[in-house]
């Protein structure tokens, strides 16, 4: 027999309280909830699969979102995909961002990491075209951000259209982190919004060094278009040896990579 979904008035404090970070984080992990309680992953699952008979969430692999559909839902099935690799990926370019840079931070999962293990460098001027990211910093009581402007296209709060890149030319910066949805076969980094890829271009075009940021998922993954084309000026940061193929295509176009 099928347990009785929990009413609103019946919900435990823990209940709650996982239903109130969901609410405010969008999404949160079953590592981050056990830890946060002192209890068993399992324990967390038993909770999380009642709260979702009751409709309060929607249960992810790994962890526990917003009940929606479509790119919200999209979204924070994302943010389940190799979360530890690409915190390792957030410490590894935090290491290469030296304190008073100015840097210029993209949208995506990933990206966010890299904001999160930024938070303690000093001194830092961060223009991003990305909601989410400038959320992350503005929690953490640093208000000083530049977001571009734009229109916001999808879940994670991306800001495409000219607005965004007449706003990103006026900056110079040391170094922009760049997000990318697969890799071209001669190593290139590829994207499927061609919009995002014209804000990024764009920071490109403006900044020292370009540091590409993707987790193992990535690696097979073929885009619309190409961001850049491969070469010296391109490092790319990842969370696993690449494969074969991609390594040896990076090593033909001497494209740089960093395993975090």
Known sequence: ?????????????????????????????????????GVSAQTVRREI??????????????????????????YAQKLTVAPEGKQRIGRAVAELVPPGASVFLDVGTTVEAVARALLDKPGLRVVTASVSVAQIFCHAGIFDVVVTGGTTRGANGSLVGQAA?????NFRFDCAVLGLG??????????????KIAVRQAAIGRAGRAIFVADRSKFDQVGTARIAAPGPGTLVVVDAEPPRSLAASWRKGATRWLVA
């Not at 890149?165 to 030319?169: G, H």
């Not at 697969?182 to 919009?195: I, S, V, Y």
């Open 165 to 169: 890149v007449a706003s990103i030319l």
């Open 49 to 74: 699969i009642r709260l979702q008979a009751g409709n309060f969430l929607q249960r992810f692999h790994g962890g526990a979102g917003l009940v929606s559909g479509g790119i919200r839902s999209a």
């Open 182 to 195: 697969g890799f071209d076969e001669d190593g290139a980094p590829m994207d499927f919004d061609l919009e």
């Open 1 to 37: 027999m099928s347990s009785v979904p929990p009413a609103p008035a019946t919900l435990t404090p823990r209940q709650r309280e996982i239903l109130t970070l969901v609410q405010e984080l969008g999404f949160t992990t079953i590592e981050t909830l056990a830890e946060r309680f």
